[in-house]
């Protein structure tokens, strides 16, 4: 089997993929604080994105799926049992991203690191080990009819179409923020170019509170965007302008991983949130007219 770097779309049947070596990053977790350190490995064949916990007797496995989301408070956390790990959505969006279906995550703690607050740091990790075909056809996810949910203000949208396709809309009452736009096809390449790059954000007047909520713990300005009330306090300033909506639309790549299937719809996301993601997977994988899964 060839060895390649993460390619972009191609045509023709598809082979399910998994990373061609390990690798490994190590730093915080974002609101946990602890110090932790994940090593990614190449899995066999339909055995999917699986976390295990080795810090843990017997080493839990927890299977990246929408039956194990545990909570989706700033963060997706998966479980099983009394077993959990949180802020998975930056690692998984850039395996789902890369193509990569099937892989074992081993981390040492409850939560992944969360590097510079982006899944770039993860996706040069994943093109540095390369990718490997499978000898297995991938499983699609196929959208065939419209689903919807919604939340007050908040909506997100499924629709058939030929690819996968995303666009989200953002607004918050911030002077650099407002109401940000973004629309595009979800390719390793346009993921790397467009969201792999954009940190997660906060704003300043919430820090206290989420500390003493015990979220937040091991945030900085080295891993995240801070906003104060009329510009952003990290001393190098923004990535882009609408790095939010970015950041929006990298986390809703993640929480897609969650489907086991690569997805093909477009989806359509007005101030998105992982609770209203997984929300509309749900309402998805619950109308089966809504969708074909092959093979």
């Not at 190590?26 to 990614?40: E, K, P, W």
């Not at 704003?203 to 104060?228: H, K, P, Q």
Request: net charge positive.
């Amino acid at each position: 089997m060839q060895t390649h770097p993460a390619p972009t779309a191609r045509p023709g049947p598809a082979l399910e993929a998994t990373l061609a070596a390990a690798f490994e990053a190590s730093g915080v977790g974002l609101h946990t604080g602890a110090t932790v350190r994940a090593r990614v490995c190449p899995a066999p064949p339909r055995t999917g994105l699986h976390l295990v916990r080795v810090d843990r007797p017997g080493a839990p496995t927890i299977p990246a799926t929408l039956a194990n989301v545990r909570s989706t408070r700033l963060a997706t956390t998966l479980a099983v049992g009394d077993v959990g790990v949180s802020t998975v959505e930056h690692l998984i969006a850039a395996l789902v991203a890369a193509g990569i279906d099937n892989a074992r995550v081993e981390v040492d703690g409850p939560e992944l690191p969360v590097l510079d607050g982006s899944a770039r740091p993860w996706v040069r990790h994943i093109d540095a080990a390369g990718r490997r075909e499978q000898a297995t056809p991938a499983r699609h996810l196929v959208v065939r009819r419209h689903v919807e949910v919604s939340s007050g203000a908040r909506r997100m949208a499924l629709h058939p179409a030929p690819a996968l396709t995303l666009s989200a809309t953002v607004d918050f009452p911030h002077p650099l923020i407002g109401a940000q736009h973004l629309a595009l096809p979800l390719t390793a390449a346009s993921f790397r170019a467009e969201l792999a790059w954009a940190r997660t954000f906060g704003f300043l007047r919430d820090i206290e509170a989420l500390r003493e909520a015990g979220l937040a713990l091991g945030g900085t300005l080295s891993n995240a965007v801070v906003y104060d009330r009329v510009g952003v306090v990290n001393p190098d300033g923004l990535r882009a302008e609408d790095e939010p909506v970015r950041h929006k639309l990298l986390d809703v790549v993640g929480d897609l991983g969650l489907l086991g299937a690569r997805l093909v719809g477009r989806v359509e996301a007005t101030r998105p949130g992982h609770g209203l993601t997984h929300a509309l997977l749900r309402a998805l994988l619950a109308d089966p007219g809504a969708y074909t899964l092959t093979p």
